[in-house]
């Protein structure tokens, strides 16, 4: 799987340098703070704390609010947020599955609809396109931390599925049952990650032009806008050259 490139990746070579730090800081901070309420207080105890830790630390969140974020799931025990799961169509056909993290569905799926529709696309029932994608747990590592060939052997030896570079971040994939005992594994080496989690993955992806692909990443990045979107999932083949190029100009 060599290559393997899908939004969550160009989020990383764009998103982070130019989405206002506030949002993403924002959205950092509610699954932190779930991620707290759900289980124990220590990281070291919860890994979905520890994986929330682990990218807050990536953005440059400050200690403080991270602390804060956890210290927030006591304060606010009467606020629950549930995790919804919405699938459709985007421009062009393109399937996409989002993750949200909401305290009013109603809210959600009313300004998600609304963007599928500004866009051209269909939000869809459950199960629309969830059979276009399948569950891998993902672990994405900074360059700087480690070489090519040392990750490859680290992530074989952990159990991984399979590794691969790319120009700015390792990624490792797992099984999704297998996720927890290979990142264990990896965290002996390397503490902190850009990102780890349960994600979905295309399995077979749609190849179009560049024109058409800046239309998807626009719907893309709109739907990631909304404060109640954590995760958006696309079924978009970008190829490393058209990446670069389009994301240059997008």
Known sequence: MAGHSHWAGIKHKKGRADKERSKIFSKLSKEITVAAKLGSKDPSMNPRLRSAIQSARSSNMPKENIERAINKSEINKNINYNTLIYEGFGPEKVAII????????????????????????????????????????????????????????????????????????????????NFNKVKLNIEKK????????????????????EEKVKSVLDFLTKLEDDDDVQNVYANLELDNDMSEKTLTAW
């Open 98 to 177: 989002i993750e949200a993290l909401t305290d009013n569905k109603n809210r959600t799926v009313t300004n998600i609809r609304k963007i599928f529709q500004k866009f051209g696309g269909n939000l869809g029932e459950s199960g629309a396109v969830a059979h276009q994608f399948k569950q891998r747990g993902i672990i994405r590592v900074d360059k700087k931390k480690i070489s090519d060939n040392d990750i490859l052997e680290l992530a074989i030896n952990s159990g991984a599925e399979d590794c691969s570079s790319e120009k700015l971040y390792h990624e490792i994939i797992t099984t999704k049952d």
């Open 190 to 209: 390397i503490k902190d990650f850009i990102s780890s989690g349960i994600e979905w993955l295309p399995i077979n992806k749609v190849s179009l032009n």
